[in-house]
């Protein structure tokens, strides 16, 4: 077998290499390792080596191939250069003369994009102008209107609305007051043209997916497009706000000498603003204000009270110290407690035994104290009509559950199930209910332990003159039924 006859079935040169290889592949697979295979083996490669320098051509003649297929076409051959103001002053030039070599090609048209102000100016050198560079080359110039603002925003809104609707719950988060917010007090200075547009959806497509936690959406939506526009267009001062985490998280109150704390904090905050790019240093500023309003204590002076913390928490707000890092690191740490969890919990709230078994099995796993320590800011979306059930789990697994803990000056699992009862039982406008269900729940069960710590407590606000959650006269009946039911079951 020799190329010759190989040839004389394919006339493309593009196929013969590859059945060579193919060929000698197999040869070498079935001929024994011996001199006479290694000899045949080699004559085979020499013989295709001088076939191919045979086959060779010049430039000259591959051109005159090229000039004379492209003459043969219907239609011309377009070929499209964009961003050509991206390349450096050398790689500009090297292009431009390779269209230059190349334009007496028949039916071909180069079509070169680029903003014609920054070519120029890289074309500029001591012998011409960069626009009489360009005047030589470009035989038929184009330009282009400038997009209105407008409509630029226009295609960010319709692109953004596309993101928030690819999750019904990231859709249900989204709140229009605080988007208007940061969009006009900064964001829609970023964008003033598509190319930025277009780079920052997809970037923000792509990392909003990695917060979908099946029906759940693990952000704040908002706070994640505003983190990302920091990302992608001021990455300086994106890289020092993920590591100022208690500068911008901490909520002080109007309370003690936080003096010291703040003058630190303050310039923590002051050199993440200083690190923006100087035309759109105030938006950074006006951005990061809306985001964290928990720094209001140290730049104006304003105290937020732990109820707005907590509601930010539940809100998923980048402002909270434990939801923070997640914006940063683009995810949900799966071995800390989703709002999956909560809301599964919340779920459980209709059904005593299940929750029961529930806070048994968190208290089991040792995270109990901290998942009731988060859930608190949950608590208040209890329904009312749960309001039993979810109360007697609690008293329920009160006995059963840590009673010291695992943090120093920390409160202890049972102690989080005796504030979360009491709050449930505030929660309840009518006090002769309060005292009906927690007769009730003495009557017909034997765990006391937090219905001891509402009494105690009952008692000693009664003392110190404080808000109680009991009628007088209820609240001795109440406790003489406990101590009577304690001595029955002593006995």
């Known amino acids: 077998m020799s190329t010759g006859v190989i040839s004389s079935y394919f006339t493309e040169n593009t196929q013969l290499p590859i059945l060579i290889a193919t060929i000698t592949s197999f040869i070498a697979l079935i001929l024994p390792a011996t001199e006479k295979g290694s000899e045949f083996l080699g004559k085979l490669s020499e013989n295709y080596e001088k076939q191919a320098k045979l086959n060779e051509k010049n430039l000259t003649e591959i051109r005159d191939e090229l000039i004379e297929a492209l003459g043969k076409r219907q239609t011309p051959l377009l070929i499209v250069m964009d961003d050509l103001d991206r390349l450096t002053t050398t790689e500009l030039r090297m292009i431009f003369q390779l269209i230059k070599a190349n334009t007496d090609f028949p039916n071909v048209i180069f079509l070169l994009l680029f903003q014609k102000d920054i070519v120029e100016k890289k074309l500029t050198d001591s012998t011409q102008s960069g626009e009489n560079y360009l005047e030589k080359i470009i035989q038929i110039p184009f330009t282009i209107p400038q997009i209105q603002l407008k409509q630029v925003h226009k295609v960010l809104f319709k692109l953004l609305n596309n993101v928030i609707n690819s999750h019904t719950d990231a859709d249900k988060k989204f709140d229009q007051k605080r988007w208007a917010e940061i969009y006009h007090n900064g964001f829609k200075n970023y964008f003033s043209n598509l190319r930025n547009v277009y780079r920052f959806n997809s970037a923000l497509s792509f990392n909003f997916n990695l917060f979908k936690n099946n029906d759940i959406f693990e952000a704040d939506p908002i706070d994640l497009i505003a983190i990302e526009c920091l990302r992608v267009f001021e990455p300086t001062v994106y890289a020092k706000l993920s590591q100022s985490k208690k500068a911008f998280t901490t909520l002080n109150s109007n309370y003690g000498d936080n003096q010291s704390e703040k003058i630190k904090y ?226």
């Open 266 to 491: 303050s310039r923590v905050i002051e050199d993440v603003i200083n690190s923006a790019s100087e035309k759109n240093r105030e938006s950074v500023k006006e951005i990061l204000t809306l985001l964290f309003p928990t720094v209001q204590w140290i730049i104006s002076n304003y105290y937020h009270n732990h109820n707005s913390y907590q509601e930010w928490f539940t809100q998923l707000r980048i402002c909270h110290k434990d939801h923070f890092d997640k914006y940063f690191k683009l995810s949900f740490d799966s071995e800390d407690f989703s709002t999956s969890d909560f809301i599964n919990f919340l779920q459980l709230t209709n059904d005593r035994e299940q929750l029961k078994e529930k806070l048994l099995a968190l208290d089991a796993r040792n995270v109990l104290e901290d998942f009731l320590s988060k859930f608190e800011a949950y608590s208040k979306q209890v329904p009312q009509e749960n309001f039993n059930s979810y109360l007697y789990a609690m008293l329920d697994a009160g006995d059963e559950v840590n009673s010291e803990s695992n943090k120093f000056l920390g409160f202890s699992a049972q102690t989080y199930l005796f504030r979360l009862s009491s709050w449930c039982l505030e929660d309840i406008q009518d006090i002769k209910s309060r005292t009906k269900i927690l007769s009730d729940y003495i009557n017909q069960n034997s765990n006391f332990s937090i219905i001891d710590d509402i009494l105690i407590a009952e008692h000693q606000n009664r003392e110190k003159n404080r808000e109680t959650l009991l009628d007088d006269s209820d609240f001795e009946q109440l406790k003489n039924n406990f101590i009577n039911k304690l001595g029955l079951v002593e006995n």
